[in-house]
């Protein structure tokens, strides 16, 4: 994982990111937060101690966030990467991750924050091209679509 530059990966667990979060656990890179917003805060300050960092969530805790991304992250323009899970995606998905995942794509445009959606065929690019906009000290996000149910 920290293979990328990345050397902090803070967040809140989601199903949709279970390989992620059970390969940086096992390899002890992974920091658990009990809130997004606390996942924000805790990457900003190794951020700002240059110290490349991702953030992991699932959408609705994006949705819970926004008001610490819109003014902390963007405000002071903290380097980081968001992994966000896209729970909603699937049109049988849960009632509860209906709208979040509906609306998900509005927000993020809205926010004017860059992102890209992972699949199998273009992960390792998309990968780079975050890696390079954390380089240049701008955040982004990569999103990883919630095609299965559980």
Same mark, same amino acid.
């Given at each position: 994982?920290?293979?990328?530059?990345?050397?902090?990966? *803070?967040?809140?667990?989601?199903?949709?990111?279970?390989?992620?979060?059970?390969?940086?656990?096992?390899?002890? *890179? *992974?920091?658990?937060?009990?809130?997004?917003?606390?996942?924000?805060?805790?990457?900003?300050?190794?951020?700002?101690?240059?110290?490349?960092?991702? *953030?992991?969530?699932?959408?609705?805790?994006?949705?819970?966030?926004?008001?610490?991304?819109?003014?902390?992250?963007?405000?002071?323009?903290?380097?980081?990467?968001?992994?966000?899970?896209?729970?909603?995606?699937?049109?049988?998905?849960?009632?509860?991750?209906?709208?979040?995942?509906?609306?998900?794509?509005?927000?993020?445009?809205?926010?004017?924050?860059?992102?890209?959606?992972?699949?199998?065929?273009?992960?390792?690019?998309?990968?780079?091209?975050?890696?390079?906009?954390?380089?240049?000290?701008?955040?982004?996000?990569?999103?990883?679509?919630?095609?299965?149910?559980?």
């Amino acid at each position: 994982m920290s293979e990328s530059g990345i050397e902090n990966f *803070v967040g809140v667990p989601d199903s949709t990111l279970k390989h992620f979060v059970d390969q940086g656990l096992k390899k002890k *890179v *992974v920091l658990i937060a009990t809130r997004e917003e606390e996942a924000i805060g805790i990457a900003t300050g190794m951020s700002l101690s240059k110290s490349p960092s991702l *953030v992991f969530m699932q959408n609705a805790g994006f949705a819970n966030s926004l008001s610490t991304i819109t003014s902390l992250v963007e405000l002071y323009e903290i380097p980081l990467l968001f992994l966000i899970g896209w729970r909603g995606y699937l049109k049988n998905d849960a009632p509860e991750h209906t709208k979040i995942g509906k609306i998900q794509p509005e927000i993020i445009k809205s926010l004017g924050i860059e992102s890209k959606i992972l699949s199998d065929a273009s992960w390792k690019k998309e990968c780079d091209w975050a890696m390079k906009k954390i380089r240049k000290g701008q955040f982004c996000a990569l999103i990883i679509r919630r095609d299965f149910l559980d």
